[in-house]
């Protein structure tokens, strides 16, 4: 009866130790088959980091920026100042170029002289969050009659100062402070105030950091074939070669 007994509790621990092992081998085959899998990805995200340095090393970042104009609903990607990312991605990928800043608002007949000391008011492109932002303006020194030309940006009769000088051609100001009060959607409106002293003509301004005034290569990744995202930060110049500030590019790479 006890050598009974004896084989019956072998068995069980036979048993017992083979269900273990077996469990081992399938966690094992699993955690193994999914580090590959993340290592894989992970490599194509980084090729992502690479490409968004490529683009800053050789100044496309900052150059496409000068050329987006306000009527670009994207970010240029064929022409010689575009973020081409298929020269820098292997195939079966594609990736998606995010510039934040990069939507602009024209300011058509915006001038400001003797006879316009306020412009008219001017809508905002429709914000996203809202809240209190800062604003930027590029304009051309028309007529110059002061060491330290200026003007200034008034919303909900707050007057908000702008930072730099124009000497020559058109320059990107930037005000001093965050206008503060700017509402979510399309209901903000802005007016530009002379100096006094000297002319203007104010070519397109937008809002920094509302994902209002975002834009985008004409690429869309899928909800099924997405890898991952990152994102860069760079330095902007204008046309005169003035820095405007820092801008922040970010990508989304999926499998094509």
């Known amino acids: 009866m006890k050598f009974k007994k004896g084989i019956i509790f072998s068995l069980d621990g036979a048993i017992a130790v083979t269900v273990v092992l077996i469990m081992?081998?399938?966690?094992?085959?699993?955690?193994?088959?999914?580090?590959k899998e993340s290592l894989s990805q992970t490599q194509i995200?980084?090729?992502?980091?690479?490409?968004?340095?490529?683009?800053?090393?050789f100044e496309q970042l900052d150059?496409?920026?000068?050329?987006?104009?306000?009527s670009d609903d994207f970010v240029p990607n064929t022409t010689i100042n575009g973020l081409n990312v298929s020269n820098y991605l292997p195939n079966g990928y594609e990736m998606t170029v995010f510039l934040d800043d990069a939507?602009?608002?024209?300011?058509?007949?915006?001038?400001?002289?003797?006879?316009?000391?306020?412009?008219?008011?001017?809508?905002?492109?429709g914000l996203n969050e809202g809240g209190n932002l800062y604003f930027q303006v590029n304009a051309q020194l028309t007529a110059q009659t002061t060491t330290n030309p200026s003007f200034s940006v008034r919303?909900?009769?707050?007057d908000y100062a702008l930072t730099g000088v124009c000497l020559t051609g058109a320059c990107?100001?930037?005000?001093?402070?965050?206008?503060?009060?700017?509402?979510?959607?399309?209901g903000n409106q802005i007016q530009f105030v002379r100096d006094g002293s000297n002319d203007f003509t104010i070519n397109w301004?937008?809002?920094?950091?509302?994902?209002?005034?975002?834009?985008?290569?004409?690429?869309?990744?899928p909800d099924d074939r997405f890898i991952g995202t990152g994102e860069r930060w760079y330095a902007?110049?204008?046309?005169?070669?003035?820095?405007?500030?820092?801008?922040?590019?970010?990508?989304?790479v999926w499998i094509a």
Do not use: Q
């Not at 919303?155 to 707050?158: E, Q």
């Open 63 to 70: 150059n496409v920026m000068r050329v987006i104009t306000p």
């Open 172 to 186: 990107t100001y930037t005000t001093t402070s965050p206008i503060t009060g700017l509402i979510s959607g399309s």
């Open 236 to 252: 902007a110049f204008d046309s005169n070669g003035h820095f405007e500030g820092l801008h922040r590019a970010r990508f989304s």
């Open 45 to 57: 995200i980084k090729r992502g980091y690479d490409v968004l340095a490529m683009f800053d090393y």
């Open 103 to 125: 939507r602009k608002t024209a300011c058509g007949g915006c001038v400001l002289d003797s006879a316009n000391a306020i412009t008219a008011l001017f809508n905002i492109e």
């Open 24 to 35: 081992l081998i399938n966690t094992t085959y699993y955690f193994t088959t999914t580090s």
């Open 155 to 158: 919303h909900n009769g707050i």
């Open 205 to 221: 301004f937008r809002v920094l950091d509302d994902s209002g005034y975002t834009l985008s290569t004409a690429t869309t990744a």
